[in-house]
């Protein structure tokens, strides 16, 4: 039994096939890229798995339990979060509330103590904001911690978006092109932390462009072309393969296999 | 200078309750987008169940904690039943929704009570007191001070606890806040018990100076809607400011021009928002992000 089980997973919209029949798994410490040209479904599949999409087939389990269709905050709670393409931040919030609303979901039942001001409510902010600052210092967002989100570089937002994940303590963690848009140093930062989040035991779906980034730090890598999958395996077994390198020009040179600086 | 003091007194006083009517459409707004113009039939329920509680021999505090209590249930029951049922419809249909829910609890209030104006006592009597030669009934002062309690509460629970927290997270942003493991199906069931609490008591401490009947909620909409729209709609300092500053408005323009212009107020004031500053006093610019 995996951590992470995708089988026969599948969406449509109108005519199209957005995703066909995917399946794939993680372990703990693994890091799974999911690669291929844009529009190849990568988002749909993540859109899926964390409960955004109902999927039209297949099955998404956890720990061995089926959790296909789950609502996202459930998925959360059981310890299975992502971030977003196009970043999903809480832009009229402070760079440390964003990471603070992260630990909401271990403060279930908490609402009756909230209202009523009780010590505890006051205790769990406090242990919630220290530990968000830890995470801060971490991404070294830590000076920023009292700017308004919406203030910050793209970069920093990305790092931002990766520790409020973080904050619950996920066991999967499912990353839609964290690097995209960031600077060489901030790539290397990312790339690094992820090598590290995995280390601790996370596992990490990752969908990137930057092929070098990919092939150096993934332990399996599944290749989906026109939402069907291709190719799966070793990084290297990938990158030989005829079919990926196939649709890889087939979509295009701003597509090649190291496109996306 | 005596009529002007005496104007800003009776101004300040109805602003307050503006105000928590403006709280009130600014809670369920920021939580779903929605303006719920069912907010002033919340005043009404606050207001007619105390009435006919007291009457049927509660004591007064015990009919009053009843009556926010069950207005809370309705509101939740709108939620529940009405709105939730049609999420995914545009923000319009659900607004249509929160008209018909409004048209549907006054027939109601109107069946299940009665078509006549009401009050119970004031809490502390009805002996005007005297400042500088105005006077003011100590039932103003329980309507300002539970205005003042009311947002100091609420501006507490926003800034100081998670809770607050995960209801202004699913505002900003609700796929976030589902990704966090916010349930935002249940932010708004909050968002929307709390409005009707805050809209009933409104209801309970105004009723001894203005009078409740099962159809008063529609005059309170409309300037609680007037007060959120120039403070701008989905802040909760907007409110403050905006029911203030309206029910000033009402009682200088009743002072000064005549009483008969004094509803004539809140039209203008909306009017003039959206010809002016269609984001408010306190609203933040409308313009989506790409
Ligand atoms: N909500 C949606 N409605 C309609 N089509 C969609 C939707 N989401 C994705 N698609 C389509 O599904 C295909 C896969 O998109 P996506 O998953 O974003 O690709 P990728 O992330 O691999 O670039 C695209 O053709 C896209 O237009
Ligand atoms: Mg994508």
Redesign the pocket.
Known sequence: MSLLDVSGLGIG?GG?R?VDNVGFSAEPGEIVSII?P????????FNMISGVYLPDSGHVRLDGRDVTGAAPHRLARMGLTRTF?NLQIFQDMTVLENVIVGFHQSESGALLSDLLALPAARKRSEIARMQARELLRRVRLDKAAEELAGNLSYGALKRLEIVRALAMQPRVLLLDEPAAGCNAVETEEIDHLIVELAQSGIAILLVEHDMKMVMRISNHVVV?DHGEKIAEGSPESVSKNPDVIAAYLGAGDEESVDADS | MDALLQFLLSGVTVGAVYALVALGFTIIYNASDVVNFAQGEFVMLGGMITVFTYQAGLPLPLAAVLAIAITSLVGVALNKLALEPARGAPVVSLIIITIGASIFIRGAAQLIFDKQLHRFPSFSGDQPIHILGATLVPQSLWVIGGAVLVFIGLWLFFTKTLTGKAVLATANNRLAAQLVGINTGWIMTLSFALSAAIGALAGVLVTPITLVGYDVGVGLALKGFAAAMLGGMGNPKGALVGGIALGLLEALTAGYLSSQYKDAVAFIVILAVLFVMPQGLFGKSTTERV
């Not at chain 1, 844009?38 to 599949?45: C, H, I, Q, S, V």
């Open positions: 919209f199209l957005a291929g844009n529009g190849a479904g990568k988002t749909t599949l393409q989906l």
